[in-house]
Antibody
Framework: EVQLLESGGDLVQPGGSLRLSCAAS????????MSWVRQAPGKGLEWISS????????YYADSVKGRFTFSRDNSRNTVSLQMNSLSAEDTAVYYC????????????WGQGTLVTVSS | SYELTQPPSVSVSPGQTARITCSGD??????AYWYRQKSGQAPVLVIF???KRPSGIPERFSGSSSGTMAALTISGAQLEDEGDYYC???????????FGGGTKLTVL
């Protein structure tokens, strides 16, 4: 069974940093591109970043480009999202999602981890 | 930046047909997908590649796409179909994904 388990969500002050992780199991991780999607309280879904299966290519939404860094460790079946210069607008549930092979949609999702940016 | 536009809400009575639209300039070049999200849960895919249903999704769900408009149709909506529906696609490069703003479907 495919499982994606996010961790690292927390309360952080504005301007601070946080690192999220997502542990994957139940599939050949090194062959799957991955993404992060977030959802602010009461708001819609927002794609924020994707990473290729090898980790060589990363893509970011304008809202996080230059502040967030997406990386992966194929030896540990994990992806990570380093988030810097956080503001209240980054408060959201962050979902880790697998990108469907040969396509660009998300076919598996984690349950999400909550990041709250507040003083 | 590229946007996908959906109506904020759609309301139907049980058994009626619900139709949710999604407009975007790149939809003639890129597939549309549809996710349903219920409160506090991760999204679930209900339509992929414009008009295909994943296994486990009832036949009353169908999708279509023409020009810059994609649509999700639920024929004979049920109470359990309530939730927030998001269209999804990518920009022309295929590297940047995008969600529509979401449509709240009410069945009452």
């Amino acid at each position: 069974e495919v499982q994606l388990l996010e961790s690292g969500g927390d309360l952080v002050q504005p301007g601070g940093s946080l690192r999220l992780s997502c542990a994957a199991s139940g599939f050949t991780f090194r062959r799957s591109a991955m993404s992060w999607v977030r959802q602010a309280p009461g708001k819609g879904l927002e794609w924020i970043s994707s990473i290729s299966d090898s980790g060589d290519n990363t893509y970011y939404a304008d809202s996080v480009k230059g502040r967030f860094t997406f990386s992966r460790d194929n030896s540990r079946n994990t992806v990570s999202l380093q988030m810097n210069s956080l503001s209240a607008e980054d408060t959201a549930v962050y979902y880790c999602a697998r990108i469907s092979s040969g396509d660009y949609y998300f076919d598996k999702w984690g349950q999400g981890t909550l990041v709250t940016v507040s003083s | 930046s590229y946007e996908l536009t959906q109506p904020p809400s759609v309301s139907v009575s049980p058994g009626q047909t619900a139709r949710i639209t999604c407009s975007g300039d790149d939809l003639p070049k890129k597939y549309a997908y549809w996710y349903r999200q219920k409160s506090g849960q991760a999204p679930v895919l209900v339509i992929f590649q414009d008009n295909k249903r994943p296994s486990g999704i009832p036949e009353r769900f169908s999708g279509s796409s023409s020009g810059t408009m994609a649509a999700l149709t639920i024929s004979g909506a049920q109470l359990e179909d309530e939730g927030d529906y998001y269209c999804f696609s990518s920009d022309s490069s295929g590297n940047h994904r995008i969600f529509g703003g979401g449509t709240k479907l009410t069945v009452l």
